[in-house]
């Protein structure tokens, strides 16, 4: 039976196959590029595929009933080439889930993967049971994993687990992603990841851009080795045993080809109308900010939703500073172009392969009753003055035991970190170290205060924040809708499975 990554770290060290030896000191670790093998393709040449919706398998009064088999496929990215990817029915991204605000869905996985899993819907406001701890592992149907976890309180399943999401919450885009103990960096990058948007009637009464003028974009980076198949420097690359990366990917990996919508480098035809874009960065590690090429005149980006949902009213932006696990719902108007135009999607944080995202070729001219209006929402929440509680929080690395931490612990599935009262309103000030995207399980909070950044990215609800290197925040959470125990960590996955997690328990 293997010692757990949680002892190695409790006893100051990690492996010294993997690091060294934990008596050494060393450097933090950076993100680090992991080059492909394969021969890249040209940019542009795929079209931009839109991820199938998915359909329940039946309905009753009250809920709509999903089921996904999570297994093994192989997709086409590169051209004559296939690459294995792991998706839920098979595809990457997976379906796009739609659900209706105060309307149930039951989601019953069936693991056909020989390794556990575990799905946590990201945003979502559920009970514990359906959160998506990263110990209540669904293990394969064939029994080839153990999953052993040291966890008194794990739920552990074999071939198949229903999540039943409630959806007591305002339309917002969302997204799925696997959350197992020590090993969601690997499994999200082999494809375990997809949209889930909530709609309500506010929304509907809106005059947004709709039907294919209404588009989601899962932007992720990857690397791919020379026969097709996806590149990642997991020390077991079975992903059965021994978690982890390479010592020199601990600080994040960096993959060389954009991924948009599973595809590399897309385009996308459009007609000179408003076009409305979920994007979520689905990356492990990198961050983008997005541009137009050429840039238009005035607005680049009108924002009119965040991570919660939508703003209270637009906010325009000449560029998008987009971490990992953060969406961004904003209206491009395609109007100020001729038809015949080629627009890019540019990463002005890339260099080289990553510097460009996908192609907009407008090529026709169509009617466009859509409105973007002035007010969107009206937003009410805690205040300041209600809050009971300040906690701190510091995110870093540390050098002797070599390994990401939160208060210069090493994630315990015992031990909790918080302890806040439902209903309550607390105040958590957040300090980093290094960059990380900071995500908080079950609710949405506003931002108080973010150092080094400019207030408008960080506005609306939010369930991720990002912070740089030396950067600190305060945030104003209410926690609301379930007692029990949640997670909080960094949205780095090769951070969050070296450590960077914590617990709170809402009681």
Sequence with gaps: MRLPRREFLRLGGISALALGGASCIRPRPEMRLLPSLAALPKPFNAALPIPPVAKPTKSDEA?????????????????????????YDGTFPGPTIEARSGRR????????????????LHGGRNAPASDGYPTDLILPA??????????????????????????????????YHDHRMDFTAPQVWRGLAGFYLIRDDEEDRLQLPRGDRETPLLICDRSFDADGSLRYPALDSSLQET???????????????ILVNGAPWPRMEV?????????????????????????????????????????EMPVAHRTLRIAPAERFDVVVDFSRFQPGTSILLVNQAGTGSTARIMRFDINRRERDESVIPTR???????????ASVTRDFDF???????????????????????????????IWRLHTDFSHPLHLHLVHFRILSHSGRPAPYDVGWKDTIDLGPGQSASILVRFTGYRGRYVFHCHNLEHEDMSMMGNFEVI
Aim: aromatic share 8%.
């Design 243 to 257: 978690p982890g990366v390479q010592a020199e990917y601990m600080g994040g990996v960096l993959g060389d080809v």
């Design 271 to 311: 007609a000179n109308v408003k076009y409305r874009f979920r994007i979520l960065n689905a990356s492990n590690a990198r961050r983008y900010e997005l541009a137009l090429d050429p840039s238009p005149p005035g607005t680049a980006f009108l924002q009119i939703g965040s991570d919660g949902g939508l703003l």
């Design 105 to 120: 869905i039951s989601l019953r996985l069936q693991n056909r993967l020989p390794v556990p899993i575990v799905n946590h």
């Design 63 to 87: 809920t709509d009933f999903y089921e996904l088999d999570v297994r093994s496929a192989a997709a086409r990215i590169l051209p004559d080439l296939n690459t294995t990817i792991w998706g």
């Design 396 to 426: 870093s690395f540390q050098r002797f035991q070599h390994g990401w931490t939160i208060n210069g612990k090493p994630f315990d599935p015992a031990r909790m970190d918080a302890r806040p009262r439902l209903n309550a309103t607390e």
């Design 142 to 175: 064939n029994g080839a994993a153990s999953g052993h976890v040291h966890d008194a309180l794990a739920n552990v399943v074999t071939g198949e687990r229903e999540y039943v999401y409630e959806n007591v919450q305002r339309a917002a885009t969302l997204w």
């Design 376 to 386: 969107l929402s009206e937003m009410t929440g805690p205040r300041t003055e209600e």
